[in-house]
C-alpha cells in the first residue's frame, strides 16, 4: 500500500468535514458570550476591554495553534505554560543584562523552545514514552531552569522608550491615546499558514494519520518517529513565540509563573474541536476556542463572579466540548 493511499484512508475516517459544524456552535457560543457580558455589564462593552482580551488572547492562542498537532498525534505537551516562561526569561536575559540585540533575543527564545519541542518529540516517538509523562518532566524543568538561569528575578524586556522596544509593536500600536491591537492580525496570518500545513502538506497529512492510526501509517512505509518530532518542534516552536507575544505585551516576566497557561490553550483546542483522542482538530478550531476560554475569563469578574467560579465554569465548558467529542465518536462507528 502506498503512503498516499494509507494516508488518504486514514484522512478520510478523521472527517475533519465535519468539524465545520462545530466550528460554527464555538462560534455561537462566542457572540452569546459577547452579548452576554455587553447586557449584564455595560464596563464590559469598553475598548480597553476589548484590548485586554487580545493581550491575553496571544499567547494563549500561539500555545493553542502549536499544541493543535501533539493533541492529532494523540499527545500532549503540557510544558508549555512554564516553557513559554522559561524561554522568555532567556531571551530577556540576555536582552536586559548582556544588552544584546532584541532580534537575538527573540530568535534564542524560538530556537529553545524548538530545542525543548526536539526533547519532547524524541522521548515520546523515539524512547516510546508516554507524552504526559514527557512533558510533566520538561514541565518542571523548565520552570526550573529559568528561575536558575535569572538568580529568582524578574526580568524586563526592553520598553518602548528604550532602545529595543520596537519589538512591543509587533502586537500593539499605539495611535494618539488609542492602543490598535494589530496583533491579531498576525494570529489570523499564523493560523491560516499552519491550517495550509495541517489540511495541505505531508506533515500535516502524516500528524492526522499518526492520530488516526499509528501502525497502519507506520506499516504503510510511513517514517512515524520523525513526524512524531516534528509534531511537537512545531508546538515547541509556537511556545517561543508565545514567549515573545508574552514579553510584549507584560511589562515583567515572573519566574516560577506559567503553570496553568497550559491547560487553557489545550482546553482551547479541545473546545475548537481537536479530539482528546487525536485523530481530528483544526488550527482555526483552536483560535475559536481561545476566544471562548479568554472571554471567560476575563468577562466573568465583570458579572461578579470570580476566580474560583470562573475555574468552575471553565472546567464544565470543557467537559461539555469532550462529551461532544465522545459522542460524535460513538455516532460514527455506529
Not at 493543535?68 to 510544558?79: A, E, H, R
Not at 488516526?212 to 512545531?234: D, M, Q
Not at 470570580?306 to 460514527?332: F, H, P, S
Request: proline share 3%; with cysteine.
Amino acid at each position: 500500500m502506498s503512503n498516499q493511499t494509507a494516508v488518504s484512508q486514514v484522512k478520510g475516517k478523521s472527517t475533519l468535514d465535519k468539524l465545520g459544524g462545530q466550528k460554527f456552535i464555538v462560534l455561537i457560543v462566542i457572540v452569546a458570550l459577547i452579548l452576554l457580558f455587553s447586557v449584564m455589564s455595560p464596563n464590559f462593552r469598553r475598548y480597553t476591554t476589548f484590548i485586554s482580551i487580545l493581550d491575553y488572547s496571544y499567547y494563549i492562542a500561539l500555545m493553542a495553534i502549536g499544541v493543535t498537532f501533539p493533541l492529532i498525534t494523540g499527545g500532549v505537551d503540557l510544558s508549555i505554560g512554564t516553557g513559554l516562561i522559561c524561554y522568555s526569561l532567556v531571551g530577556g536575559y540576555l536582552v536586559s543584562l548582556h544588552h544584546m540585540p532584541v532580534w537575538v533575543g527573540i530568535i534564542v527564545t524560538i530556537v529553545f523552545g524548538m530545542a525543548v519541542g526536539v526533547l519532547n518529540g524524541a522521548l515520546v516517538a523515539v524512547a516510546d514514552m508516554p507524552p504526559f509523562l514527557v512533558t510533566l518532566c520538561t514541565c518542571m524543568m523548565t520552570r526550573g531552569l529559568g528561575s536558575i538561569i535569572v538568580g529568582g528575578f524578574g526580568i524586563s524586556w526592553p520598553t518602548l522608550a528604550q532602545p529595543g522596544g520596537w519589538f512591543r509593536n509587533i502586537f500593539k500600536v499605539k495611535v494618539g491615546t488609542m492602543n490598535v491591537p494589530i496583533g491579531i492580525i498576525w494570529i489570523i496570518l499564523l493560523v491560516i499558514v499552519m491550517a495550509y500545513v495541517l489540511n495541505h502538506t505531508r506533515v500535516g497529512r502524516y500528524t492526522i494519520a499518526i492520530g488516526s492510526n499509528k501502525e497502519a501509517t507506520r506499516l504503510s512505509g510511513v517514517n512515524v518517529k520523525f513526524y512524531h518530532i516534528i509534531a511537537y518542534v512545531i508546538c515547541g516552536g509556537f511556545a517561543g513565540l508565545a514567549a515573545i507575544a508574552y514579553s510584549a505585551v507584560f511589562s515583567t516576566v515572573q519566574p516560577g509563573s506559567g503553570a496553568g497557561f497550559e491547560l487553557e490553550a489545550i482546553g482551547g483546542a479541545i473546545i475548537g474541536g481537536v479530539s482528546a483522542s487525536g485523530g481530528v482538530g483544526t488550527v482555526t478550531g483552536s483560535l475559536l476556542g481561545v476566544f471562548v476560554i479568554c472571554l471567560l475569563k476575563t468577562g466573568l469578574p465583570f458579572i461578579g463572579l470570580q476566580a474560583n467560579w470562573q475555574q468552575i465554569i471553565t472546567g464544565l465548558v470543557l467537559i461539555g466540548a469532550v462529551m461532544v467529542d465522545i459522542i460524535k465518536k460513538k455516532r460514527e462507528r455506529n
